[in-house]
């Protein structure tokens, strides 16, 4: 499937619908813990940066097993755009790390998960010398098993944590409950496990939580990951334009939309327009914070904010979105309606502009998904917010043995491999022949290899975000470089790369936010009940939450440029 | 069993003395119609097999319905599961709050508006769904042919055993904003209907939707009752002339009174609990201003947001308000000369 595997778990609806509760993590180094911790009363908010974080990141060596086709740019994933030719794959692990010891991991899963015993897991298992068992959650619901999980007294050796799923206390459950890495891979030790020392630093930086390295990042893109995708082979047949403001929009959609003919414009497009209106990104709260005029504002209390709101509004009650984004989370998966052309344009993570297409190759030739450059409200070009260089994390058992850490390690020494080798291959196709095939220099997976080679291995750790799809290279390429497109005119805020974990007191500051939002856009509430919210939000902690991120600010400086 | 009277003879005293826990408000003219007593000690060891025989029973109900009660604690607490590896030390390591949960919630408008839409919610089904098992029972137990009746029945019971997930889905393809009843109506130029996220005529809705699921289920117990019923006094009533809606009326409702009003009874105990899952799975449909029921309520945040202290304040304050309305609706029982759930 995706080879790219940061774009392979968050990239189900999930992503969307899970938005932007993720509050962020950790943790006081020293100083800080002097300058914030008493007023607030734990040492495990804050974050840790500067040179307590030096002290704890591994050191990085760049991996020169394959040079991509087109290197990084304004924060893009690396692209490669060539043939896979089989014999020429490098080998990236050269002795089995592994010891043989059982290794539990819970997961987000989105899709059917496969047999335990398949082949792709005993594979993957020899290949590494760890007898890894999985246990796979719904990922669309895992933010609901999580909390309960985290509170047991039986958690899994490895438990993996994306960044939206961080809300409420799970910041704390993440320090108390998971090992300190730090002794594995600070600084030297790293190079033990080659393909983790060559993720970027940027990655590790997020890793750190409640002052320890506890995290193994899967790294992303900066540049924005939202797209909005657009069935090209209709809006060509029929002669539609790809628009380039707020009002095209809204005008192309009226042309589209013909609900006797079972025919909508659009999904909701309120992801869109948060980045059409410039609205701070909501993917994770620290991201939401930015320093304007030696002030700092929170992106719920931006214009822009409404405005956006108030055009998604606008798109709902000119009739153009299909009813069922009016189910909120509980709409159906929307590929197939997508297929049949029922809606079509949507925002989704961009790794879906590419599962899309191989969804649809066989049994619907014309097909062909492609995704819009996001335009300015007015037409301009629009200011975009980065995205974090890494958001899905797997976390050790706090209670695992030495032997288990270091086999978890071996785990994700192979999984981190990059495109071009042995363990890439087996990491993201499976095996070759059960898994895949390769005909000229394009591998395509089998139906098995589409069963088993889900999630699971790819949610440990990554190497750098990679895009590369031997058989669509041209979605591959396009996808590239929309990311350097849309990167170049994207500005980082003030908490972009840093790890921050929100005193306890205010993290259920906000819970009700994203229903708010989809009442309103849906009109089920009214702009002014928004407004009323945001000064309530100031009121019972969000001026408080102000004061306490500017301390953070003022004590470690911004890590964006 | 209160122990509040004062013996009044000494012979009385002394009876009270040896039988400690016996009905001791009992008055005299009570006693005398009760069988003679036996003390604790004979009644235990007569009837000790049979208390062998519930030990298991007991013990079940004391471990997984007793002893999670003391949880509650964590009400008072701003409960962090997280802060140690086990979930009871954690509870002795939380932060007490006294009652500042509870005085949250009762500042909280997303909890008020929760108990409203209960409260709304269980008074349109006492008045929708409620009487519909009764008619059918009444319906169903009209038809003579049996093959025709169980036919019926299974038709109507079916549903039951539809899980939500599986039952809303239904819904959904057959009513919702894209669903088959919109589309016929819009190939035919009217505008398409779009009952599934209406929040204006969710709580019907949701009512629909039980009726459509349970309705038939609960005919079982009426026809249970009906079946009871003797004919003879069907023959008595037709012969003194009364017709099929005399008959009705003054030999089968009377007959189906004592059930109606212990189910009646039951379900106002329940009446806080009006479809946790049902509810859940269509919350983002219409917004949480129009759904948001007190399970709900205690699902978002205590399990969701990991707001476990101020989520078992709220479980608690719902519990306590479920008692008051079981006993109230028992003492109404009793008014009407039902027997109710319990008789002191």
């Not at chain 1, 059982?102 to 496969?114: A, Q």
């Not at chain 1, 009700?512 to 019972?540: A, H, L, P, T, Y």
């Not at chain 2, 505008?191 to 039980?210: H, N, R, Y």
Request: net charge neutral; hydrophobic share 45%.
């Amino acid at each position: 499937m995706t080879p790219n595997s940061a774009s392979a778990g968050p990239s189900r609806r999930s992503f969307l619908a899970s938005t932007a509760v993720a509050a962020a993590a950790v943790a006081g180094g020293m100083p800080l813990l002097a300058a914030c911790g008493d007023s607030d009363g734990g040492s495990r908010d804050g974050t840790t940066s500067g040179k307590d974080a030096k002290k704890l990141l591994p050191a990085y060596v760049a991996s020169n097993v394959v040079t991509p086709d087109i290197a990084a740019k304004n924060g893009s994933a690396i692209g490669f755009t060539g043939k896979l030719d089989l014999a020429t794959l490098k080998t990236s692990v050269t002795k089995k790390l592994g010891k043989g010891g059982k290794v539990t991991i819970m997961s987000p899963f989105w899709g059917s998960p496969p047999k335990s015993n398949n082949a792709y897991y005993k594979g993957m298992n020899d290949l590494i010398g760890v007898d890894v068992v999985w246990q796979n959650q719904d990922g669309n619901t895992y933010d609901q098993k999580l909390g309960a999980i985290l509170a047991s007294s039986d958690i899994p050796d490895v438990v993996v944590v994306p960044g939206w799923n961080m809300g409420g206390k799970i910041p704390t459950a993440i320090i108390s409950k998971f090992a300190d890495l730090g002794p594995y891979l600070s600084g030297d030790a790293v190079k033990d496990f080659p393909n983790l020392a060559a993720i970027p630093t940027d990655s590790w930086r997020r890793s750190i939580f409640g002052g320890q390295l506890r995290g193994l990042p899967m790294p992303a893109p900066w540049a924005p990951s939202i797209t909005p995708l657009y069935r090209q082979d209709i809006f060509e047949k029929e002669g539609y334009e790809v628009p380039k403001s707020c009002d095209e929009f809204l005008a192309l959609a009226k042309e589209i939309t013909n609900p006797k003919a079972k025919r909508w414009a659009c999904l909701d497009m309120k992801w869109t327009a948060f980045q059409a209106f410039g609205v701070l990104s909501g993917s994770e709260k620290p991201l939401g914070w930015n320093l304007v005029d030696g002030k700092l504002i929170y992106r719920i209390e931006t214009d822009e904010y409404l405005e956006a709101l108030e055009w998604s509004r606008k798109l709902f009650e000119a009739g153009v979105v299909h009813p069922d984004s009016k189910l909120g989370k509980n709409a159906p998966d929307p590929g197939p309606k997508f297929a049949k052309g029922e809606f079509l344009i949507y925002p989704s993570n961009i790794s879906q502009w590419y599962s899309r297409t191989t969804e649809q190759a066989a049994q619907n030739p014309d097909f062909k998904v492609w995704g819009m450059d996001v335009w300015g409200h007015d037409g301009g070009n629009p200011t975009m917010w980065a995205e974090q260089p890494a958001g899905i994390f797997a976390f050790v058992n706090k209670k695992a043995s030495e032997s288990v850490i270091r086999d978890v390690l071996a785990v994700a020494n192979v999984t981190a491999a990059p495109y071009g080798t042995k363990e890439y291959m087996m990491t993201n196709y499976g095996v070759e022949g059960t898994h895949y095939t390769v005909k000229d220099g394009v591998p395509t997976k089998t139906d098995q290899g589409n069963i088993d080679v889900l999630n699971a291995f790819v949610m440990v750790a990554s190497p750098a975000a990679t895009i590369a799809h031997p058989d669509y290279p041209e979605v591959a390429k396009a996808q590239v470089e929309w990311e350097q497109r849309m990167g170049a005119l994207t500005k980082k805020s003030s908490f972009w790369g840093m790890q921050i974990t929100e005193p306890n007191r205010y993290t259920n500051l906000g819970n009700d936010m994203e229903q708010m939002e989809d009442d309103v856009v849906r009109g089920r509430k009214k702009v002014s009940d928004m407004q009323q919210w945001i000064s309530d939000w100031k009121s019972k902690g969000g001026d408080g939450l102000r004061d306490w991120y500017k301390k953070i600010l003022d004590e470690n400086g911004s890590a964006a440029n | 069993m209160s122990h509040s009277t004062v013996p009044r003879s000494r012979a009385e005293a002394e009876t009270t003395e040896k039988t400690p826990v016996a009905s001791g408000g009992a008055t005299g003219s009570r006693q005398k119609r009760r069988p003679e007593k036996l003390s604790l000690w004979l009644r235990f060891r007569r009837d000790r097999v049979l208390l062998l025989m519930t030990l298991p029973a007991v013990v079940l109900i004391l471990l997984f319905n007793y002893v999670p009660i003391l949880g509650n604690v964590v009400a008072f607490q701003d409960y962090d599961p997280y802060i140690s590896g086990n979930g009871v030390v954690s509870m002795l390591h939380s932060p007490w709050v006294g009652v500042e949960n509870f005085q949250r919630i009762f500042a909280d408008s997303a909890f008020w508006s929760a108990v409203q839409n209960t409260l709304v919610l269980f008074f349109l089904q006492l008045l929708l769904f409620f009487p519909i098992p009764i008619l059918l029972a009444l319906l169903i137990n009209s038809v003579v042919r049996p093959r025709v009746r169980a036919f019926a029945q299974a038709v109507l019971y079916l549903p039951h055993f539809f899980s939500w997930v599986l039952v809303i889905a239904v819904f959904q393809q057959l009513l919702g904003g894209a669903g088959l009843l919109s589309q016929v109506l819009r190939q035919h130029g009217y505008d398409g209907l779009d009952i599934m996220t209406d929040p204006d005529t969710f709580k019907f809705l949701v009512t629909a939707q039980s009726v459509w699921k349970d309705a038939g289920w609960g005919i079982i117990v009426f026809l249970a009752a009906l079946a009871s019923v003797s004919p003879d006094l069907y023959e008595a009533a037709a012969m003194d002339g009364a017709g099929r809606w005399r008959r009705m009326w003054h030999v089968t409702l009377p007959a189906l009174r004592p059930m109606i009003a212990l189910l009646l009874v039951l379900r106002v105990g329940d009446a806080l609990t009006v479809g946790f899952e049902q509810i859940l799975l269509q919350r983002d449909a219409v917004g949480p201003g129009a759904s948001e029921v007190l399970d709900t309520f205690v699902w978002w945040n205590g399990v969701r947001n990991q707001d476990f202290g101020y989520a078992a304040a709220a479980g608690l304050v719902k519990g306590v308000v479920s008692i008051g309305l079981v006993l109230a609706a028992n003492k109404v029982a009793h008014l009407m000369g039902e027997q109710g759930v319990y008789k002191k």
